[in-house]
Nanobody, 127 residues
Framework: QVRLVESGGGSVQAGGSLRLSCTAS????????MAWFRQAPGEEREAVTG??????????ADSVKGRFTVSRSRDNGKDTLSLQMNTLKPEDTAMYYC??????????????????WGQGTQVTISS
């Protein structure tokens, strides 16, 4: 069974940095893609960044380009997708979710294409 576990959220002032991590397990050598989404109160969940497992192609939402960087590592059979967030803004405040989709089917930025989700980690940026 696929499992995604996020960590690293918190509260910082505008201009600060945070790093999120998501550890994935249970894919059993099946190719998959991972992504970060976020959801602010009263808003729809939106894609932040996505990364393929087989060719390292990476996508970013326009709102985070140049400020956020995603990376991927593997250790003891588990993949970790990390999100380095710099120059944070109050509008980055949201619950951040890690997601994964088997076989990397469909567009990276649609929530409906993802079949596994983490529990979420809160990011709060004060002005």
């Amino acid at each position: 069974q696929v499992r995604l576990v996020e960590s690293g959220g918190g509260s910082v002032q505008a201009g600060g940095s945070l790093r999120l991590s998501c550890t994935a397990s249970g894919f059993n050598n099946m190719p998959y893609c991972m992504a970060w989404f976020r959801q602010a109160p009263g808003e729809e969940r939106e894609a932040v960044t996505g990364r393929n497992s087989y060719n390292s192609d990476t996508e970013y939402a326009d709102s985070v380009k140049g400020r956020f960087t995603v990376s991927r590592s593997r250790d003891n059979g588990k993949d970790t997708l990390s999100l380095q967030m710099n120059t944070l803004k109050p509008e980055d405040t949201a619950m951040y979710y890690c997601a994964a989709r088997a076989w990397c089917l469909g567009s990276w930025n649609l929530t409906t294409n993802y079949d596994s989700w983490g529990q979420g980690t809160q990011v709060t940026i004060s002005s």
